[in-house]
């Protein structure tokens, strides 16, 4: 079997939307340009983008580097491969024709590349900040809805296995009443792939009235969700024709829970150990 194609180095448009929120007025006037003419700037110069663009060649030379290339020619190579030569999409709609063996190549392809892409897009600034709000945390409260619920309910699990007591909600009643007596002790990790779950961004907002800490965990940088977070930590994955809630958001979502819950356990190894042997034991007897 061939290998997977799956691209280790997200595209420019996924480095695109992880940096869009700390792009500064210049940069996104760049941005603007290069969308609007994507086959063109590939042939223009440097000094003729600042130009067009009416910014300046070293605000070019900075947003290149914002999105982690060596420089203008280094960006432009790589805007080349998709607006030029786009690979198929392996994240692409599946087609009424195609086999099982095509389904699940795409499938398997589209799960492997939402990894490649949100180790990139998630901040590891943000992480670190996530890691110390939980472990300061008084109670943590996971909400989420649909296919984001059962990552909430899996991140319950990791924490409790730990001997962490935490909550998770995926009922939109239950999320509003518990939100409402939480306090500036407590940290609520709202889950949700579009950033625009009501029933989760609701009761993000009463917890944040109580004085909660907010973490969100989504695939949007623009979503309402990250407005009324105070740390954010982003995810890359595509959904499609019946691929709707698809995997490949929830393995994202599960990566960074996991890193999450890692991260906290090595703060603290030999209690978190022990803690770990304590709840394996404990059910222990459930087990063939």
Same mark, same amino acid.
């Given at each position: 079997?061939?290998?997977?194609?799956?691209?280790?180095?997200?595209?420019?448009?996924?480095?695109?939307?992880?940096?869009?929120?700390?792009?500064?007025?210049?940069?996104?006037?760049? *941005? +603007?340009?290069?969308?609007?003419? %994507?086959? $063109?700037?590939?042939?223009?110069? =440097?000094? !003729?983008?600042?130009?067009?663009?009416?910014?300046?060649?070293?605000?070019v030379v900075?947003?290149?580097?914002?999105l982690?290339?060596?420089?203008?020619?280094?960006?432009?190579?790589?805007?080349?491969?998709?607006?030029?030569?786009?690979?198929?999409?392996?994240?692409?709609v599946?087609?009424?024709d195609?086999?099982?063996r095509?389904?699940?190549?795409?499938?398997?392809?589209?799960?492997?590349q939402?990894?490649?892409?949100? *180790? +990139?897009?998630?901040?590891?600034? %943000?992480? $670190?900040?996530?890691?110390?709000? =939980?472990? !300061?945390?008084?109670?943590?409260?996971?909400?989420?809805?649909?296919?984001?619920?059962?990552?909430?309910l899996?991140?319950?699990?990791?924490?409790?296995?730990?001997?962490?007591?935490?909550?998770?909600?995926?009922?939109?009643?239950?999320?509003?009443?518990?939100a409402?007596v939480l306090?500036?002790?407590?940290?609520?990790?709202?889950?949700?792939?579009?950033?625009s779950?009501?029933?989760?961004l609701?009761?993000?907002?009463?917890?944040?009235?109580?004085?909660?800490?907010?973490?969100?965990?989504?695939?949007?940088?623009k979503?309402?969700?990250?407005?009324?977070?105070?740390?954010v930590?982003?995810?890359?994955?595509?959904?499609?024709?019946?691929?709707?809630?698809?995997?490949?958001?929830?393995?994202?979502?599960?990566?960074?829970?996991?890193?999450?819950v890692?991260?906290?356990?090595?703060?603290?190894?030999?209690?978190?150990?022990?803690?770990?042997?304590?709840t394996?034991?404990?059910?222990?007897?459930?087990?063939?």
């Amino acid at each position: 079997m061939s290998e997977l194609n799956v691209n280790p180095n997200p595209g420019f448009f996924t480095r695109l939307n992880a940096a869009m929120p700390k792009l500064r007025d210049s940069e996104k006037k760049i *941005v +603007e340009f290069i969308q609007n003419n %994507q086959e $063109e700037i590939i042939h223009l110069s =440097i000094t !003729e983008v600042s130009e067009r663009s009416e910014t300046s060649e070293s605000s070019v030379v900075r947003l290149c580097k914002r999105l982690g290339y060596k420089g203008f020619q280094d960006m432009k190579i790589h805007l080349a491969k998709e607006v030029i030569e786009p690979v198929k999409q392996i994240h692409e709609v599946i087609e009424k024709d195609d086999t099982v063996r095509m389904i699940k190549r795409k499938v398997f392809q589209s799960n492997i590349q939402a990894l490649y892409d949100s *180790v +990139e897009v998630c901040s590891d600034e %943000q992480l $670190e900040k996530a890691v110390e709000a =939980i472990k !300061e945390a008084g109670t943590i409260e996971f909400y989420g809805s649909g296919g984001s619920g059962t990552v909430a309910l899996d991140a319950q699990h990791k924490l409790l296995k730990l001997g962490i007591k935490s909550y998770a909600y995926n009922d939109s009643i239950l999320q509003a009443m518990s939100a409402s007596v939480l306090s500036k002790n407590d940290v609520v990790i709202g889950i949700s792939h579009t950033g625009s779950s009501t029933d989760v961004l609701n009761a993000m907002k009463i917890a944040k009235e109580a004085g909660a800490t907010l973490i969100c965990i989504t695939n949007s940088s623009k979503s309402p969700i990250t407005t009324i977070s105070d740390i954010v930590l982003q995810t890359a994955s595509n959904e499609t024709m019946f691929r709707t809630d698809a995997i490949a958001s929830r393995i994202a979502q599960l990566t960074i829970i996991d890193i999450l819950v890692a991260s906290v356990a090595n703060e603290k190894y030999e209690y978190y150990y022990q803690n770990l042997q304590k709840t394996r034991k404990s059910t222990i007897d459930k087990k063939m």
